[in-house]
């Protein structure tokens, strides 16, 4: 289903629930905050004859609610934490290249300064309502963080999390399976890459021992195995903990692990809408003029299928490009043999660090044309524009396309 975003702002939101009598968890307004007060954030600050005063907004109430309130009835020293915190970064980068005077003592903040306080904590509480409802979304165990110590920018506006394939009308990603692997103890003599004239992809440590360009068969539905089979991998999800954080040199928002990750594992499968190379032609116009797009080949037999990752897709869309990439694709066969239509899966090539940025290279065998926000280039196949790199590499060949 497409999904409409709601015009109206949450304090306009906030306003009407109170007005109605209604809650709503999700924009802030519980039975008790109805009849309470919670400070939200602290928008302002001065001193009026002696006394600290802060400018609260109150949980659940609209803007206009707002009141002046002594720091001494202040229960919320994380939220003070975070203003004084806020305070001292915007003066920090006003302070860079010039020879500002620091007042410790002031009697009240410039207007500049208050509203950068108020941007950073609306975006502080959109990034956790982001957090939140990604790893609502998420199949896998391991948690999605997200941070932005760069910039002012929010969660992405027109993009929906999704775990699997989302599949155009008339495509079927779920086909060509009708029996199993017999199995008791994966891999045997007639397992599912051997029936498919392949060898098991993975060693009894689970990690990839194949080359790249070769295809991994996993078990599927039909087959005896079970859960703990060591030929399922990819469909279980990411293991790992990652965040997902703005980037400070301009490629927009990127991928780091939380934790490391040892050589040939597996970290996560890009997904998105499968749909026609010709729509994926239409759609890379209107992308183009946009200056990015998401859309990945699935060149594995054909070219019939393109995955696009634009609006529906998972933590893979924010991945960067590398010249210097620390992941590699793999096709992936599960529960469709259809040779058209692999799922793509993303493997580490050595081993990353925790804190460290995942990246793979958009012009991989059976990559993409482009991934991340950041990412302005166009598909290589059209050769419209050639677009700088900016992954930084040693290695980098200076271009995208």
């Not at 975003?5 to 109805?34: F, M, V």
């Not at 941007?119 to 309502?129: D, E, F, G, V, Y």
């Not at 080949?297 to 869309?317: I, K, M, Q």
């Not at 590699?328 to 804190?355: E, H």
């Amino acid at each position: 289903a497409w999904y409409v975003p709601c015009l109206a702002s949450y304090e306009t939101l906030q306003e009407l629930c109170r007005k109605e009598n209604l809650s709503c968890k999700s924009i802030g307004i519980t039975n008790r905050s109805l009849k309470s007060y919670e400070v939200e954030y602290l928008c302002d600050y001065k001193v009026d004859e002696g006394t600290e005063y802060y400018l609260v907004k109150w949980k659940g109430w609209p803007e206009s609610s707002n009141t002046w309130e002594p720091q001494k009835n202040l229960k919320c020293p994380l939220l003070l934490q975070n203003f004084l915190s806020d305070k001292n970064e915007y003066l920090s980068r006003m302070r860079e290249g010039k020879a500002l005077k620091v007042r410790n003592h002031v009697k009240a903040l410039r207007p500049a300064v208050a509203d950068y306080i108020v941007k950073k904590a609306k975006q502080r509480i959109a990034l956790q309502r982001w957090k939140e409802e990604l790893n609502r979304k998420k199949n896998h165990k391991a948690m999605i963080l997200v941070e932005n110590t760069v910039d002012l920018e929010g969660p992405p506006l027109d993009f929906y999390y999704i775990n699997e394939y989302k599949p155009a009308p008339g495509i079927n990603v779920i086909n060509g399976i009708t029996t199993g692997c017999e199995c008791t103890d994966c891999p045997a003599e007639k397992c599912c890459p051997k029936e498919a004239g392949f060898i098991l992809a993975y060693n009894k440590r689970k990690k990839l021992k194949i080359q790249p360009g070769l295809p991994i068969y996993e078990c599927n539905s039909f087959c005896r195995c079970g859960p703990d089979c060591p030929n399922r991998i990819v469909q279980k999800g990411t293991p790992y903990s990652l965040c997902i954080f703005r980037t400070n040199n301009g490629r927009g928002w990127g991928v780091k692990t939380l934790q490391k990750i040892k050589t040939n594992s597996f970290v996560m499968e890009y997904v998105g809408e499968v749909i026609t190379s010709e729509e994926a032609e239409r759609r890379g116009q209107l992308y183009d003029n946009q200056g990015n797009t998401y859309l990945f080949d699935l060149d594995y037999d054909s070219d019939e299928f393109t995955v696009d990752a634009a609006r529906y897709g998972n933590v893979s869309h924010f991945v960067n490009h590398s010249c210097d990439p620390n992941l590699q694709v793999f096709n992936v066969f599960i529960d469709n043999l259809d040779l058209r239509l692999p799922r793509i899966a993303l493997f580490s090539t050595r081993t990353i660090k925790a804190g460290e940025e995942l990246t793979f290279d958009y012009q991989m065998k059976g990559s993409i044309d482009l991934t991340a926000d950041s990412a302005d280039g166009l598909s290589p196949s059209r050769k419209r524009i050639r677009t700088v790199c900016k992954c930084g590499a040693v290695c980098c060949r200076g271009y995208l396309n």
